[in-house]
T-cell receptor
Framework: KQEVTQIPAALSVPEGENLVLNCSFT??????LQWFRQDPGKGLTSLLL?????REQTSGRLNASLDKSSGRSTLYIAASQPGDSATYLC???????????FGTGTQLKVEL | ETGVTQSPTHLIKTRGQQVTLRCSSQ?????VSWYQQALGQGPQFIFQ???????GRGNFPPRFSGLQFPNYSSELNVNALELDDSALYLC????????????FGSGTRLTVV
């Protein structure tokens, strides 16, 4: 059974700091890995999608890496801003693309 | 291109009642999945539909059922509602052509009293 763990559960940083969110998964037979952002009471916004054959993806200030063999992914956020405050969820896709397994998220607060 | 839209946004039901939630998938997406998210938890996979057929199911009882229509929109039906069914229900669409990158809707907040 695939299990996804995210560390830390919560993080508070001053504005401008670079930060790393961690995600680990137990079964390396994944189709892809996706990072999402969720604002309180809202749906999920896709940030980055990494296919199993890729090592990293970048979008603006965000960079996500994938090490499938060790079952790990990191989300790097550069020059954090208060607007980055949200919960960040990591999800691995298995079953040939038909199921996402999520971690419980990292709640990020960026303070002025 | 339109995203994933869900209706209604909020719903209050009484224990034992039945509820239907609706989802319109993103244009060009032929796969729809439903997830349940309890407060403070990550979303849990309920089931997926591909070309109007169920294509995978999570650990949810049969009173959770669904449909996908020819235009790829979908419904989630829950019978005999229980208090623990109170959650945010999320719909997500995708397609194999896009490497199964999922686009999520804003969700339906269901409260069972």
């Amino acid at each position: 059974k695939q299990e996804v763990t995210q560390i830390p559960a919560a993080l508070s940083v001053p504005e401008g700091e670079n930060l790393v969110l961690n995600c680990s998964f137990t079964d390396s037979a994944i189709y892809n890995l996706q990072w999402f952002r969720q604002d309180p009471g809202k749906g999920l916004t896709s940030l980055l999608l990494i296919q199993s054959s890729q090592r990293e993806q970048t979008s603006g200030r965000l960079n996500a890496s994938l090490d499938k063999s060790s079952g790990r992914s990191t989300l790097y956020i550069a020059a954090s801003q208060p607007g980055d405050s949200a919960t960040y969820l990591c999800a691995v896709c298995t079953g040939g693309g038909n199921k996402l397994t999520f971690g419980t998220g990292t709640q990020l607060k960026v303070e002025l | 291109e339109t995203g994933v839209t869900q209706s209604p946004t909020h719903l209050i039901k009484t224990r034992g009642q039945q509820v239907t939630l609706r989802c319109s998938s993103q244009s060009g997406h032929n796969t729809v999945s439903w997830y349940q998210q309890a407060l403070g938890q990550g979303p849990q996979f309920i089931f997926q539909y591909y070309r109007e057929e169920e294509n995978g199911r999570g650990n949810f009882p049969p009173r959770f059922s669904g449909l996908q229509f020819p235009n790829y929109s979908s419904e989630l039906n829950v019978n005999a509602l229980e208090l623990d069914d109170s959650a945010l229900y999320l719909c997500a669409s995708s397609t194999r052509d896009l490497g199964y990158g999922y686009t999520f809707g804003s969700g339906t907040r269901l409260t069972v009293v």
